[in-house]
């Protein structure tokens, strides 16, 4: 027994995405020419000016503080010893001139204690020197 009759075709359903295409760029259109751009939020800085005026014999913006395999601290070329924080500071504060903001290069040796280093890193703090930087020895890479 068929219940359909003979005028009955079986189609296959489908989904036109022409429709979709289409809205898809009506609204990729608008959005396009709605769209500003606006550099409201842009960083204002204010650029050191370079002074060629500066005598040649100014203070050296670069200081090292170097520290031995058995704690032995020396600034600049004066030997500290194996003193204290404080006498590590009272040497930064006699060798470094007043006034000035040089960065501190810590150079240690690769066995030098770990206390040892943040002993000059206080002092250094201590005597108002806020930029410490730390001297590595470049490996070449195999």
């Known amino acids: ?13 489908y989904i036109s995405l022409v429709p979709l ?12 020419v709605t ?14 000016e370079a002074d060629a005026a ?7 913006k670069e200081w090292v503080v ?10 600049g070329e004066r030997a500290v010893g194996l003193g204290s924080v404080e006498d590590i500071e009272s040497a930064l504060r006699a060798v470094i001139p ?5 960065t501190i290069i810590i150079e240690a040796d690769a066995k030098t204690p770990h206390q040892r280093v943040i002993d000059v890193m206080r002092a250094a703090q201590r005597a108002g020197f806020d930029r ?8 070449e890479s195999r």
Request: net charge negative; charged share 20%; aromatic share 8%.
């Open 132 to 139: 410490l930087t730390f001297s590595v020895e470049r490996v």
């Open 66 to 75: 170097a520290i031995t395999a058995d704690g032995a601290v020396f600034v």
């Open 21 to 32: 295409i289409d809205v898809v760029l009506v609204i990729l259109i608008f959005l396009s």
């Open 98 to 102: 007043s006034g000035s903001q040089p």
């Open 35 to 48: 769209t500003t751009f606006s550099q409201t939020a842009q960083l204002k800085i204010d650029l050191p």
């Open 54 to 60: 500066v005598p040649a014999d100014a203070a050296p």
């Open 1 to 13: 027994m068929k219940f359909r009759d003979r005028g009955d075709s079986c189609e296959e359903p």
